[in-house]
């Protein structure tokens, strides 16, 4: 019986991609799985609208996203990175085909606040139908986080919570954040099995997470719900999985170590 994945790779991480990463997938698909990738883009969309003389301005860490902006970002997402991406997965004898989540209305979503970030939206509703049909035939799906609304008007979506509605959707039973690094450490840069929400917060708070890395397990603990009980931080730089065990960090909810 195969079960799903969902990888979300952010927008750096697609350039740094490994060989031994690109093996787990084999492993996964070999073992019957069916895998999914969303991925982000802000780096690149953020270097083509300094190429273009573009304004952008952030609001509580997200984008304020413009029709300017929004034009920019659905050709980085859906074009340039979509593509390169699904074009590796190829030359790695992997079958792959880019999407969009504004594609047959995969992804539906809302404004957030229009007011305060323009065309930035929340998904509201997932329609698994492309996704399903194309991983039942053996192809990986890879989708740019790009919505369409009631009325068909296209909203940015931030790619974390883009993949974690489409993981929560086809009901997978991993959701793994593909980042440059094989999971948390601790003081002692010794990889963390297990984390909770909390224990994250307090390891940020002993400055043992800096940098980089907090909005990265920020993130991947904000996807948790009742549904996504675990969530991986695992390494786009190595093999992930190794003897048919997932290699990284896992971060479940308080609930879930209380049980």
């Not at 979300?8 to 740094?16: E, R």
């Not at 991983?135 to 296209?154: K, S």
């Given at each position: 019986?195969?079960?799903?994945?969902?990888?979300?790779?952010?927008?750096?991480?697609?350039?740094?991609l490994s060989e031994s990463f690109f093996q787990s997938l084999h492993a996964l698909v070999e073992n019957n799985w069916k895998v999914m990738i969303v991925h982000g883009g802000g780096p690149d969309i953020t270097n083509m609208l300094k190429a273009l003389n573009i304004e952008t301005e952030f609001v509580g860490g997200q984008r304020k996203t413009t029709e300017?902006?929004?034009?920019?970002?659905?050709?980085?997402?859906?074009?340039?990175?979509?593509?390169?991406?699904?074009?590796?997965?190829?030359?790695?004898?992997?079958?792959?085909?880019?999407?969009?989540?504004?594609?047959?209305?995969?992804?539906?979503?809302?404004?957030?606040?229009?007011?305060?970030?323009?065309?930035?939206?929340?998904?509201?509703?997932?329609?698994?139908?492309?996704?399903?049909?194309?991983?039942?035939?053996?192809?990986?799906?890879?989708?740019?986080?790009?919505?369409?609304?009631?009325?068909?008007?296209?909203?940015?979506?931030?790619?974390?919570?883009?993949?974690?509605?489409?993981?929560?959707?086809?009901?997978?039973?991993?959701?793994?954040?593909?980042?440059?690094?094989?999971?948390?450490?601790?003081?002692?840069?010794?990889?963390?099995?297990?984390?909770?929400?909390?224990?994250?917060?307090?390891?940020?708070?002993?400055?043992?997470?800096?940098?980089?890395?907090?909005?990265?397990?920020?993130?991947?603990?904000?996807?948790?719900?009742?549904?996504?009980?675990?969530?991986?931080?695992?390494?786009?730089?190595?093999?992930?999985?190794?003897?048919?065990?997932?290699?990284?960090?896992?971060?479940?909810?308080?609930?879930?170590?209380?049980?």
């Open positions: 019986m195969s079960k799903t994945v969902v990888l979300k790779c952010g927008g750096s991480t697609v350039n740094q300017a902006v929004l034009a920019v970002a659905e050709m980085v997402l859906a074009g340039k990175i979509n593509k390169q991406l699904t074009n590796l997965l190829q030359q790695k004898e992997l079958k792959a085909i880019g999407i969009s989540g504004s594609d047959g209305r995969t992804l539906q979503a809302d404004y957030l606040n229009k007011e305060t970030l323009g065309l930035v939206g929340k998904v509201t509703t997932v329609d698994t139908s492309i996704v399903s049909l194309l991983m039942e035939n053996g192809y990986i799906p890879v989708m740019a986080p790009l919505a369409r609304t009631v009325t068909n008007e296209t909203l940015n979506v931030n790619a974390d919570l883009a993949a974690a509605a489409i993981a929560y959707a086809l009901g997978a039973e991993k959701f793994l954040f593909v980042t440059d690094v094989p999971g948390i450490l601790d003081g002692e840069k010794q990889l963390i099995d297990k984390i909770t929400p909390s224990e994250i917060e307090t390891l940020i708070n002993n400055e043992v997470i800096t940098g980089g890395m907090i909005p990265k397990v920020q993130s991947a603990a904000a996807t948790l719900s009742d549904v996504c009980k675990e969530v991986m931080i695992v390494s786009g730089q190595q093999a992930f999985i190794e003897d048919d065990q997932f290699k990284g960090t896992k971060i479940v909810s308080e609930k879930e170590v209380l049980s």
